[in-house]
């Protein structure tokens, strides 16, 4: 199922499936293929199947079955979260503080409770994309009904003090619910929701190894929201729709496999980045952002000097290896990427960036052979 011709480093914009989840994929379009809100015996084996998979994968976030609902991945989850808080058919004074890197879906969601007359922060950054604790604490109050905070950044792999933030948070407002986007950081972080004071995520399926169109809202049983779809009474009545069980199914599959491998794909897949990084940096003139901060290990984001991003990555492409500019959800026409504006890069070398990102199919060798086609590359077009 992985394509062994081309050298693929784009692992944060999806991963290729897992063969456990391609198998519980099929096992449940063949053999548990019925509408699991059915009443005969076809639909309870797939109503069991998704059952059995909410409780694999609540268990793998410390969390509880009934705090897990299913959704198309974390788009749907962030902008379900972030929009239903803001949906008061009378006039309130409620608003919601976020950061200026956020994904694009909790920015746009974040821009629609603007929009209502809601009154939203965006809290800044630093130079190493660290966002500005004390700026965020000094706008949370009374009225503050959401803060969501990623735990990492899709663009950079920056980790945020996400648990700090949410304990500092509630000592000024304890009613406020706190979310985070854990979509980039479930790829190579254990992460336990509850552990980290985090009342509502998103994930998607597709970053570990799962299918796509597949993802999961957590959301604390110290909270309801309204259901965001209307139509039916799946997902415990929040959300209508036919449940994609093949889909959970190949999820809770994933969430298996990554929790059995995950200390062993963190390293391997560190290492990489390591000896790529280090390479590039002794042989050629780049910069690597988020150097000397915590960043998830998958993520390798570089400034090179006088090239620039989109040249260097058609010439990369051309010679097999697949990499990006940033955020697939931002993909088209070449613009700055937001959240490289948020950390202040200077205007002269913001489009010198590539985001390089390893995952669980790198292998022991990757970073050295992606340094030396990088490096070809780069002297190829000085």
């Not at 499936?17 to 005969?40: D, I, L, P």
């Not at 058919?89 to 746009?108: F, P, Y």
């Not at 050629?284 to 998958?298: C, E, N, P, Q, Y």
């Amino acid at each position: 199922m992985v394509n062994e011709e081309y050298f693929y480093l784009d692992h944060a914009a999806t991963t290729p499936m897992r063969a456990s989840a391609f198998e519980a994929y099929k096992f449940a379009e063949t053999e548990a293929f019925a509408n699991s809100s059915g009443g005969h015996t076809l639909s309870r084996k797939a109503k069991n199947l998704l059952e059995d998979s909410r409780e694999i994968i609540a268990k793998y976030f410390g969390a509880a079955p009934n705090e897990i609902t299913f959704t198309s991945g974390g788009t749907e989850a962030d902008n379900w979260v972030i929009k239903s808080n803001f949906q008061s058919k009378i006039s309130d004074k409620s608003e919601l503080i976020t950061t200026s890197i956020e994904h694009e879906a909790v920015l746009a969601s974040a821009e629609w409770v603007r929009e209502n007359d809601y009154i939203v922060h965006f809290v800044s950054s630093d130079l190493n994309g660290v966002i500005n604790t004390e700026e965020l604490l000094n706008k949370v109050n009374e009225h503050t009904k959401v803060v969501s905070v990623m735990y990492a950044n899709n663009e950079t792999g920056i980790v945020q003090p996400v648990k700090t933030i949410s304990e500092k948070v509630r000592k000024i407002n304890p009613n406020i619910l706190f979310h985070s986007d854990v979509v980039q950081a479930v790829a190579t972080e254990n992460i336990d929701f509850h552990n980290l004071g985090i009342d509502s995520a998103a994930i998607s399926g597709h970053k570990i190894g799962a299918p796509k169109g597949i993802g999961v809202m957590f959301l604390s049983s110290k909270f309801k929201l309204p259901s965001f779809l209307h139509g039916g009474k799946q997902e415990l009545e929040r959300r209508a729709g036919t449940v994609n069980v093949s889909g959970v199914a190949g999820l809770a599959a994933a969430v298996s496999e990554l929790e059995k491998n995950i200390s062993n794909e963190k390293k391997r897949i560190e290492s990489e980045r390591k000896s790529f990084e280090d390479k590039l940096y002794s042989e050629i003139d780049v910069k690597i952002i988020g150097k000397d901060v915590t960043r998830l290990s998958h993520i390798s984001n570089i400034q090179f000097k006088n090239i620039n991003s989109e040249t260097l990555m058609i010439a990369l492409d051309l010679k097999g290896m697949g990499v990006s500019r940033g955020s697939a959800c931002a993909s088209g026409a070449q613009k700055p990427s937001h959240v490289l504006k948020a950390m202040n890069i200077s205007e002269n070398v913001i489009n010198n960036h590539l985001r390089f990102s390893f995952g669980w199919t790198t292998r022991v060798g990757d970073g050295l052979k992606a340094a030396d086609m990088v490096i070809s590359s780069v002297k190829e077009l000085a």
